[in-house]
């Protein structure tokens, strides 16, 4: 199976920062040059593998191993298109590598055999670069680019391609190894507990399990913040001249957006996995909302389900980050799952007022919470009574980590332990495995 371990990076002088700054530049711009011709030669129905030889014109500043790594992984872009469009035949050709006007995505890819890995007391990676850039910052003709290194591998087997971004929203290098590990290495729950999810318009996530214990990932802050910066867009998109849709401003404030909206949902499906994983659970149930969109559409439900939430990237995330653990995640229907009471089945006398669940029997609970034990009620088939039920662990989002709120019952877990392990001046973000 494929697997891929992420680190920070960090370059060790300000010299070293510019150096692979426009390392970075440079990838870009091939695949951008490249890509352009492909797609104007796809447009007049030519063939897009009769190209000009962009390695020689990169070569100085990126090395030959380099340039010809970018240019591969654009022609496999291509061959993925192809592939798709026989299938589908609704699929767009590779697009760009950001643009010169809105700003390059600062990015490139190192071949399997071409960097080094080391990890200990002083852990680093090393990376060619082309001969003028060697010239350029004072390198020697045989050293490599030294950058430091944040994290350690969470899986061992044969290393693919490095490739290595910038993420202007953290202020942050990141590195990615693809590894392709034997699936013995996959982990498995200590027991064959079970877990539901409610996705909720309120809070991020609600948890329950089958061993009492509830999560509950808070989301007002994270909605107020992206809707904040939708706000600001269509600001902007106002005071556009006829005739222009986006400006360089407007289009670096979607890839903002976006970048905090994937990097919070990347750590909260971490999270979330290895707290379950902790609780023995092999199963866990998360709502198709299919049918609960078509009976219960509202503008800003609407809003946070396809544009905050991302439903369907967030299950695909959770998917994938469970199968490293050996949990098996399973959509279901949770329809009125929101509007029964967990104590006596009513659905038509119930009110929500936020988070406030209220029932004419007399029941007043947390209302993401109940949702989330109605639907692993429904789904396992078990019946808890409300005394079993831990307090929920509540965890609310600093732009790094999920941490537990003052109002949880536990905060000593090492996972909400924050670590500056960088030996700089402490611009890293937080760092986890892929």
């Known amino acids: 199976m494929r697997r891929t371990n992420t680190f920070a990076v960090r370059p060790l002088t300000d010299g070293d920062e510019r150096l692979l700054r426009e390392l970075l530049d440079a990838s870009a711009s091939l695949w951008n040059e490249l890509n352009y011709e492909r797609r104007q030669q796809f447009f007049d129905g030519k063939s897009v593998w009769d190209t000009a030889d962009y390695r020689k014109q990169y070569v ?41 006007d809105a700003g390059r995505e600062l990015r490139t890819c190192i071949r399997n055999d071409q960097y080094t890995l080391e990890f200990g007391e002083r852990s680093r990676v090393e990376i060619p670069v082309g001969q003028d850039l060697k010239e350029k910052y004072g390198l020697g003709y045989y050293e490599r680019l030294r950058l430091e290194l944040v994290g350690s591998p969470k899986w061992d087997g044969e290393k693919g391609q490095l490739e290595i971004q910038y993420d202007e929203v953290s202020d942050t290098f990141r590195a990615f190894q693809p590894v392709t590990v034997p699936d013995s290495q996959r982990d498995s729950p200590l027991a064959d507990e079970s877990a539901a999810l409610d996705v909720g318009a309120n809070n991020f996530v609600a948890c329950t399990t089958t061993t009492g214990k509830r999560f509950l990932y808070e989301g007002r802050e994270l909605f107020a913040d992206f809707r904040e910066t939708t706000e600001e867009i269509a600001r902007l998109q106002s ?76 299950v695909d995330r959770l998917k994938d980050t469970a199968e490293e653990y050996g949990i098996f ?15 006596c089945g009513e659905q038509m006398e119930t009110e929500r007022y936020g988070d406030v669940f209220r029932c004419s029997c007399g029941h007043e609970s947390h209302a993401d919470l109940d949702a ?42 090492p996972n909400e332990e924050r670590t500056d392990r960088s030996t700089g001046d402490g611009k890293l973000a937080s760092v986890g495995t892929a």
């Not at 809003?303 to 967030?314: D, G, L, P």
């Not at 009574?385 to 609310?396: D, N």
Request: glycine share 6%.
């Open 239 to 314: 005071k556009l001249r006829e005739g222009r849709y986006s400006s360089q401003r407007i289009r670096r404030l979607y890839r903002k957006r976006t970048r905090r909206r994937d990097h919070a949902q990347e750590a909260l499906c971490r999270d979330l996995i290895e707290r379950l994983y902790d609780e023995g659970v092999a199963t866990v149930y998360v709502g198709d909302l299919t049918d609960v969109l078509s009976t219960h559409w509202h503008p800003e439900v609407n809003e946070k389900t396809h544009q905050f939430w991302a439903h369907r990237s967030f």
């Open 372 to 413: 989330s034990r109605t639907f692993l009620e429904r789904e396992t088939g078990t019946e808890f009574e409300t005394g079993s039920m831990a307090r929920p662990v509540r965890l609310t989002w600093d732009d790094h980590t999920w941490s537990e709120s003052p109002r949880s019952p536990e905060r000593a877990s």
């Open 60 to 100: 100085g500043v990126l090395g030959s191993a380099t340039a010809q790594q970018v240019i591969r992984k654009n022609k496999s872009a291509w061959k993925s298109f192809f592939a798709a469009r026989e299938d589908s035949g609704d699929t767009a050709p590779p697009g760009y590598w950001g643009s010169e």
């Open 329 to 343: 995640v399973e959509e279901r229907s949770e329809a009125f799952t929101t509007a029964t009471c967990v104590e």
